[in-house]
């Protein structure tokens, strides 16, 4: 089923939303109300010290977004739920579009929307002006944009997976990684005779190459055609899961 009806995603993402609040609420409650209190405590103490934390809200970001979409479809890992899901009325394409608006875009902009009002209420309850262009600047928007492209993995290993889905998927990227760079070493050492990379005596061709279209290559190949392959694999997972 390839159809992609509006009405049938919008009452899709209702469905899910409420079957998943409770996945939710673990991923991002407990965690926020301790953001939420150490927020507040430090602009009451020093308001400017804030900036200090928004590595600490990029991590909670990244792990509650992350551990929310791999139990987007936890239903699958229980015969007696995933009954419901099987025979519902709507394609694996709203499925798939769904389980992402959810998870993404949705999940982004209500975490956003979250340090938002805490900085907000922080800035009133300490009474300090507290600017949220610290936050809300470039590096913020990266690491956003950063996690709307993993946060695709995370949605094959959701596809994939029966139970322990965000672990599995964390182990998989390593396992993946470390054979990358197995890989990338060996190549090195055959192009460079023993692998000694000296960029003194480095061709400049070769140089000029990295630099002006390798790396542009591989950055394209990340920002824009990386999420859309792993979610392209991920409807072919839950197609063939749901046969």
């Known amino acids: 089923m390839y159809q992609l009806n509006m009405q049938r995603l919008g009452l899709f993402i209702r469905r899910q939303s409420i079957m998943n609040i409770k996945s939710f609420w673990i991923a991002l409650g407990a965690i926020s109300g301790?953001?939420?209190i150490l927020t507040i405590l430090i602009a009451y103490v020093?308001?400017?010290?804030?900036?200090?934390?928004?590595?600490?809200?990029?991590?909670?970001?990244?792990?509650?977004?992350?551990?929310?979409t791999s139990k987007i479809f936890s239903e699958l890992d229980k015969p007696q739920k995933s009954y419901s899901l099987l025979t519902l009325p709507v394609s694996n394409m709203?499925?798939?579009?769904?389980?992402?608006?959810?998870?993404s875009p949705g999940f982004t902009m209500i975490y956003l929307l979250f340090i938002f009002l805490i900085i907000s209420?922080?800035?009133l309850i300490s009474g300090a002006e507290i600017s949220l262009r610290y936050f809300f600047d470039l590096d913020t928007w990266r690491s956003v944009g950063v996690y709307l492209v993993i946060q695709t993995f995370f949605m094959l290993g959701a596809c994939t997976f029966k139970g322990n889905n965000f672990l599995k998927t964390i182990l998989s990227i390593l396992l993946f990684c470390v054979l990358i760079s197995i890989f990338s070493a060996l190549t090195v050492s055959l192009i460079f005779k023993g692998g000694q990379v000296d960029s003194r005596t480095m061709d400049i061709g070769f140089t000029t190459y990295i630099t002006d279209t390798f790396v542009p290559v591989i950055s394209f190949l990340f920002w824009y055609l990386?999420?859309?392959?792993m979610l392209l694999v991920s409807f072919f997972k839950l197609k063939e899961r749901q046969v």
């Open 34 to 36: 301790f953001l939420t």
């Open 46 to 68: 020093n308001p400017y010290a804030l900036e200090n934390l928004k590595a600490l809200y990029i991590v909670v970001f990244y792990f509650s977004g992350l551990i929310f």
């Open 94 to 103: 709203e499925k798939m579009a769904g389980a992402w608006l959810i998870t």
């Open 121 to 123: 209420l922080s800035s």
């Open 226 to 229: 990386l999420g859309p392959f």
